[in-house]
């Protein structure tokens, strides 16, 4: 029997997308209360409530115009 995850609104949850592939390197930066709680706000519409970093991915990967595999 497969797990179902439920998100805060009770509807079932995608899973996480895990780690990203090795061929990656770390990016440390610091963002603003403010911008931290808007990106928060973002994660919050999406169906899955991805990760901080998820969510960063997936709004570089718009704006960059790229796919998600790099």
């Not at 991915?57 to 998600?68: A, F, M, P, Q, T």
């Amino acid at each position: 029997m497969a797990l179902k995850i439920h998100n805060v609104n009770g509807e079932i949850a995608m899973p996480r997308v895990g780690r990203p592939k090795t061929d990656t390197e770390p990016v440390t930066l610091r963002l603003p209360r403010q911008m931290i709680e808007t990106l928060d706000d973002l994660r919050r519409q999406e169906k899955d409530i991805p990760s901080r970093p998820e969510m960063i991915r997936r709004i570089l990967v718009s704006h960059l115009k790229i796919d998600d595999e790099g």
